[in-house]
């Protein structure tokens, strides 16, 4: 202190202004650098913003490819690795989702199965590292970037999952190319600085996007420095994300941002999100404003310390010289004021001590009065405010500087000899103008307090902004004190920028943000929130959380789930939102923990997820279909193992063996189906195992007599080796059943043609004979010799007509349309055909009643009752020898008389019996008879049809059967048939009998026939009678004589089967040439051209060969009904 105090006074005085000064440069060092510190901090913040934003949006991105790829692993169509079915989904998918550009399906070895995009048979995937990844670890990877999409500059990403079987067993992988375009649009990077960039780079370090583009200095596709990816590779720093200044590939010192990001934590990051500002915009304005704080400071410790020169001299030095004089004039006697400092240098002290006692209270006065004003002038040299002392003139009409201190000279950029006398509005135009001119006149005249800011733009942007305050001092000036904050204005300016920019960012997302406090008050919403729920801004401020989600009052979890949230954190909640119109919709939301405003807020990032929602619910839909039309087959479908393990199957399997799923590990398919532990020898599976190969084989159990068609078909592994087998059990019993039936139908089909068609060629032959034979008898004397040979002749045919009569019978193939019948008829006709065709060692005794009741039933099938019940008597005759009756008669039959089981009512019956004394049946048989396909015959000697097409025909007629048997002493079975009773006049039978004319009237008759000796025969006949007969036996040749003149025939007979044309188009085309056309047609055998259709059409007469006698001439007679031909 004494070194202080002691000494000269100009070194006295240098050092209390080193001592004032250093102090504030401290103060100014200190705040530079914690100015650059929070500068720093801010700029770490906003850019770890935008990376963490992209990062999470990165990370939802996969989260979706991830669930997408892995819903569409469950689907039914991809663990089958169906191609055609595989590309519909996909492309369907593709064309929803705006961010894939291609979803496709590979096998283990790479090769593309089905595809959104065109592939070429030659692609392979094998080699790509999300491909290898999925397969080797089994689950859901990422790869690499992909550039020029389609021949575009477009960048993508691609993500693997692998595929199961229902065996959990690997088959394949999904892989998905998504678009990175979409980085673009999540930010507006407009206001950027420059140089500054966003980058986003995948492990490797390659660039995937880079804004503002730079192809030469930042090409995509190209890697990073490598010293900045060795930074980030070897950081361990927590969450992924720090910050470093490093030298950018443009040569620019730039703070570095990245954040990694990773499928899970602690997995190795697949990308990173780089930002990256020049150094000059993070701390240049820090070093600026330190700068210039510390410029400023050596002006002002220069300034001081000569104005302390020069006051110390002027008003210590030299005043003390004077003071010495004055004291040796003093002791001359010569009294002049001084001044005596309490304290000071030696020569003070001096004349303080020789002066003190002679002027003391004058010198304390004077004293006081220098201290005062070197505190004042101390303050107003060395105030940071500008200060400027005005003097008014002309009575407050302007004012002019009269003193301004050291800080207003620095703000006005004036030495302080150009600001002294001026005009306030001339010497600083830049910060008061004419407006301030008035303030001050009134301060003036008011001698009020007044506060005025001043404030400049440039580019919108603020350049100066003063805080003055204005007020008058006793003697009449005008102080003016003013304060430039233009720095913290621009702060300010620049965080309102900033908060704007963050609004434009969140207004312009897609998905709806707000934040809330936490009771659920919504404090902050963007434009998208506002635009989903249907609210205006204003009316959505004023709601709560519980007013737009119902479930936000009832959820346990949410207390839990805000409280433990960490800043920085974020958790994700599904849950319904309610729109302003009562809709409700299901989103997830992403939630955040912040601290904004002295409290804790929740920061909500809600997404619609309807469209998900529908697609899982198809999706769901689907595979429960595909479940249920599984399960709801008849077929008894397994997958087995190489050992006929059971290891799944359907419920057809579960419901025929009533066994639990845990049970099937070890349960073999032939222990089930044939409670066998040696496998079946003719399985088919064996052949598919060896083979590899779909084989098929029909099995039949004779336990329990039903046929199998078993097929069994290979599922192979990724190296075509044998894996698991498809066993596939279908129960065709009663389709070999219908194929029997059907066969036999047709057999007996087939026979029935080929009998027709020898009948009508034997009635054509049988005609010729007997034709012939009548006009041999006709010719020669009765009682010869010839004449009785051609009367044998005659009888002959006669008998043989009855045996082609019943072939034609058998031949019919006419549905069963039943009709009143005399049943006596039918079975008489059967019995005579049967005598044919038994040996004559049977003995065939027939008891026929002709006075039977009629019955409703069809002849045909009558006439095969009868046919088959005789064969299967005659069958069981030993040797073809035996007796075989056949009995008719109508009976009564009593309520108690009838079979129970069947609502037959009591009354009149006809019984039809067939009994035989042969070999019989015992009890087992006798249960059995009726039984499709049961047979006692050896294989190859009966279709085991007969007696239940018997039983069939007999219960349409409303009938039933009885059946007695013994073994070794034969079988009767009796057939009963209810009596009809009501009358059908349709069924009424009219007989006409023609009555010969012997009128000589004749008529021209056109007969055509291609059989030549039926036409010289029926000719004869004809001619004989006196008829003009024009013989045609060309169907076509009759059609074009006719139509030359179709009124000169008087009748048409023609045969019905004939080349060319038949009988019934012949009749067809004359009746249209001309409708009253008389025509009779004959034939030997037609199933399509019936006596009924016949008559339909306008024919007079349906007759049947052969034509025997006056057969023909009557008929004629009977359609022209006038004699025209004579006898």
Known sequence: MKSITSGSINRTLFLLVLVTILPVAAIILYSGFEYRKLSLADARQNVFLITKSMAEFQRDVTRNVEQTLGILSLLNEIQTMEGTKSTAIFKTIVRQNKDFFNISLVDLEGNIVASAKPFSSEDNFAHRKHVKDAILQK????????????????????????????????IGVLTALVKLDYFAGFHDFSNLPKDAFISVTDYQGIRLFYYPPKKDTNPIGKKIKQSSLEIIQQSQVKGGQDAFFEYGSDGILKLFA????????????????????????????????????????????????????????????????????????????????????????????????????????????????????????????????????????????????????????????????????????????????????????????????????VSTYENEKVQLWMECYVFRLPGGEVVVVYDDITTRKQFEEERERSEAKFRAVIDHASDAIYMSDYHGNIILANRRACETMGYREEEFLNL?????????????????????????????????????????????????????????????????????????????????????????????ITIQDKDMNILRANKAFYDLFSIRKEALQTTTCHELFHSDKKICDNCPALRTIAEGKVHREEIRDEKSGRTYSVSTCPILDENGGFEHIVHIVKDITESKKLEEELFQSHKMEAIGTLAGGIAHDFNNILSAIMGFAEFIKEDVPPGSQTAGDAEEILSAGNRAKEPVKQILTFSRRRGREKSVIQPHLVVKEAVNMLRSTIPTSVMLVEDIQTDCCTILANATSLHQVVLNLCANARHAMTDDKGVLQVELKTVERGAEDLPHEKDIQPGSFVMLRVSDNGCGMGDEELGRIFEPYYTTREVGKGSGLGLSVILGIVEECNGFIEVESEQGRGSVFTAYFPCHTEVDSDQAVVTSVAVKSQAEMKHQILLVDDEPLLLEINARRLEYFGCQVTTVSDSRQALELFAKDPGLFDLLITDQTMPGLTGEDLAAEMLRLRPTLPIIVYTGHSDSFTEEKALAMGIKKYMHKPLVGDELTDAVNEVLQTPSCTT
Request: charged share 25%; hydrophobic share 40%.
């Open 139 to 170: 689950k859901f990877a990422v790869g690499e970037f992909v550039i020029g999409i389609l021949g575009s500059h477009d960048t993508g990403f691609t993500f693997a999952a692998p595929v199961f079987d229902g065996q959990l067993q690997l």
């Open 258 to 453: 990245y954040q990694k990001i990773s499928l899970h934590e602690g997995a190795p990051p697949y990308m990173y999100v780089w930002v990256g500002i020049p150094e000059k915009y993070v701390s240049g304005p820090a070093r600026n404003a330190l700068f210039r704080n510390l410029s400023l400071l050596l002006g002002s410790m220069l300034l001081s310390l000569m104005i302390f020169l020069f006051v110390g001299k002027k008003m210590l030095t030299e005043p003390i010289n004077r003071l010495v004089d004055m004291t040796q004039k003093f002791t001359e006697g010569v009294l002049t004021p001084c001044v005596e400092p309490s304290t000071g240098p030696d020569e003070l002290r001096m004349l303080n001590q020789s002066f003190f006692d002679m002027a003391t209270e004058l010198t304390a006065n004077q004293q006081s009065i220098r201290e005062s004003e070197y505190r004042f002038r101390e303050i107003f040299t060395n105030m940071t405010n500008g200060v400027v002392i005005l003097e008014p003139v002309d009575d407050g009409a302007d004012f002019i500087v009269k003193d301004i201190n050291t800080a207003g000279v620095r703000q006005a950029g004036l030495s302080r000899g150009q600001l002294i006398g001026k005009t306030i509005v001339t010497a600083l135009p830049q910060i008061f103008d004419s407006r301030f001119l008035l303030l001050l006149q009134r301060v003036y005249q008011t001698e009020s307090t007044e506060f005025y800011p």
């Open 544 to 636: 709560n959380v519980k007013d737009i989600d119902p479930d936000f009052g009832s959820r346990k979890d949410r207390a839990s789930i805000w409280e433990s949230l960490q800043e920085g954190e974020t958790g994700i909640i599904e849950t319904c939102h309610r729109r302003k119109d009562g809709t409700v919709f299901p989103v997830e939301v992403h939630i955040g923990r912040l601290y904004m405003g002295g409290q804790n807020a929740v920061l909500g990032i809600a997404r619609d997820i309807s469209s998900r929602k529908e697609f899982e619910a198809s999706l769901k839909k689907s595979q429960e279909e595909w479940e249920n039309t599984f399960n709801a087959m008849s077929d008894i």
